[in-house]
């Protein structure tokens, strides 16, 4: 046991003196910092000297009352000007307190204006450092990241190792797979549904201009699909042209798309009829008695009838008699 305990004090007395030695080496290297200073960099030990201490006799002393904007501080303002000002704060006092509100939200606003400003600024010219920062920052957390998964599949077992490295190659070649298919190099673009153009299947083109092209409802080379219809004698209104009971007799021809719409139209006839009766009868003695207005009642009467017909549509409606009484 003795041995054991002269042994430990010789020890701690060995660490207690290196221990002296190095702070007093530290303590050497501080004092002679000075001149170390002077004999390396002489201006810089200069500027030190010209930096002092504080001026006792010009002690700048700043209270905090000077500095702290508070709400007495702003009634008392309102309190202490003459005026209308006085007189507000006296009959309304919460007006000082909407003032030091407004006061300390219109700094706030102007502070962070000033903030977001300088920050733009500094952004602007320090662009490419912070850009070139930023890619460096996301490239070490990226070798950080990889690092760490390398590092942890170190650490998996043969079995997990192999099932992560398949799992890898299945989602790249997945994404290969979906690459060719969307550029139609591995499955072809799948043909149209519907034939749009008969232009695909022909096996000659022609071209032609637009005043060659003859309609094919009025070619004299196919059969003119035209009814006559029976005479309608129609009440019309009076105009400012007519008599007192002014009337007229109309008949029409009546051109179908087919022959489909004369067979449907004939077998209609009197619904017709009466259709194209209501229709003139709606119309006054100066608009029928001119031709404009004889234009514009056969147009009419092609729209009304179309809405009924089935079997197809009347192309045109042309007058063949038209008797009008004022």
């Not at 700048?60 to 709400?71: G, Q, T």
Request: proline content about 4%; some cysteine; charged content about 30%.
């Amino acid at each position: 046991m003795a041995e054991n305990e002269s042994t430990t004090k010789v020890e701690e007395q060995k660490v207690q003196g290196e221990t002296a030695e190095e702070m007093s080496e530290e303590l050497m290297s501080l004092d002679s910092l000075d001149s170390v200073l002077a004999e390396e960099d002489p201006e810089f030990a200069k500027s030190l000297a010209e930096i002092g201490p504080d001026d006792p006799a010009n002690t700048v002393v700043i209270e905090e009352s000077e500095l702290e904007y508070r709400l007495e501080d702003e009634i008392k303002h309102w309190k202490d000007q003459q005026g209308w000002r006085a007189k507000v704060a006296t009959f309304l006092p919460f007006v000082p307190w909407i003032s030091y509100k407004v006061n300390i939200t219109r700094t706030n606003l102007r502070l962070s204006v000033a903030k977001f400003k300088e920050q733009a600024r500094y952004n602007i010219r320090n662009a490419g450092p912070l850009l070139l920062g930023w890619l460096k920052g996301l490239l070490q957390k990226l070798r950080g990241a990889i690092g760490d998964g390398l590092s942890a599949f170190k650490d998996f077992p043969l079995t997990k190792k192999l099932a992560t490295i398949g799992l890898v190659v299945a989602a790249g070649f997945s994404g290969y797979v979906i690459y060719r298919i969307a550029n139609h190099k591995l499955i072809p673009a799948s043909e149209e549904l519907f034939l749009g153009s008969l232009e695909d299947w022909a096996e000659q083109k022609y071209f032609y201009e637009p005043n060659e092209v003859e309609s094919f409802y009025d070619s004299t080379r196919t059969t003119q699909n035209v009814i006559v219809t029976q005479k309608i004698f129609v009440n019309l209104k009076r105009s400012t042209q007519s008599g007192g009971n002014p009337m007229g007799v109309f008949e029409f021809y009546v051109e179908g798309t087919d022959s489909d719409v004369l067979v449907e139209f004939k077998y209609r006839e009197p619904e017709v009829k009466d259709l194209f009766n209501s229709t003139i009868a709606d119309m006054t003695y100066d608009q029928v008695s001119t031709g404009e207005g004889k234009r514009l009642m056969c147009e009419r009467l092609r729209k009304e009838v179309n809405r009924i017909l089935t079997k197809g549509k009347v192309r045109r409606i042309f007058v063949k008699t038209a008797i009008v009484k004022p």
